[in-house]
């Protein structure tokens, strides 16, 4: 049990769908991540919410929408995905942006684009 | 942030210590060197890291070189659920590379 908790684990859905994955974080930390990792690839950075402001956006397509809607809540909107977009995303969370303070990862969410 | 060089892979047998090696001959001073690690289909799991003092919480053990440019993850006895990708972060942007698969064997 890590404290961060990513929901659902898995989801398969359309190219013409709109979902969403759901992070919540039980530390207290202020700052959270949203990761992409592809088979076979190492992770990558998509998004950094410092206390509920966006600080990062590593040129993640538009397809991709961020909401912090406090500091324990991270969502990922999701619409009109390709099938590249097929990976493991992983929300992560630490005391502070890209403070010294190590970052911790929930289990992420299997996500299989049709 | 400074890269990192691990082994690609590496075994060891239940029980024993598994030390684990990096290269980090980039890293500035004010840098700290992180360990992670990675069991299938799950999240990265934080181990421990540090900065220039050894360090060891209830997982594992650190040892950073006085010149900082290498250092050591030591799993004191080594179970089977200790397979897993391990992986040397140094700086605060966490930059995951291949890292070192271990496996532990019975």
């Known amino acids: 049990e890590t404290g961060v908790t990513q929901t659902p684990r898995h989801l398969v859905m359309g190219m013409t769908n709109k979902k969403s994955l759901k992070c919540e974080q039980h530390l207290g930390h202020n700052a959270m991540y949203w990761y992409k990792q592809s088979a076979k690839k190492p992770l990558e950075l998509m998004f950094v919410y410092s206390l509920e402001e966006r600080v990062e956006n590593n040129s993640v397509p538009s397809r991709f929408s961020p909401e912090c809607p406090n500091s324990s809540h991270l969502f990922l909107h999701l619409h009109t995905l390709q099938p590249e977009d097929s990976a493991l995303y992983l929300c992560?969370?630490?005391?502070?942006?890209?403070?010294?303070?190590?970052?911790?990862f929930g289990d992420g969410t299997r996500l299989s684009i049709l | 942030d400074a890269k990192t060089t691990q082994p690609t892979s590496m075994d060891c047998a239940e029980g024993r210590a598994a030390n684990l090696p990096c290269n980090h001959s980039?890293?500035?001073?004010?840098?700290?060197v992180y360990w992670y690690r990675q069991i299938h289909s799950q999240g990265p799991q934080y181990i421990i890291h540090g900065l220039k003092n050894n360090e060891t919480n209830e997982m594992a053990s650190l040892i950073i070189t006085e010149d900082r440019k290498s250092s050591t993850l030591i799993l004191p006895h080594a179970t089977l659920r200790d397979t897993a990708v391990y992986y040397c972060i140094v700086g605060y942007k966490l930059s995951f590379g291949a890292g070192t698969t271990v496996t532990v064997r019975a």
């Open positions: 992560a969370s630490s005391q502070q942006s890209w403070g010294n303070q190590p970052q911790h």
């Open positions: 980039t890293i500035s001073g004010n840098e700290y």
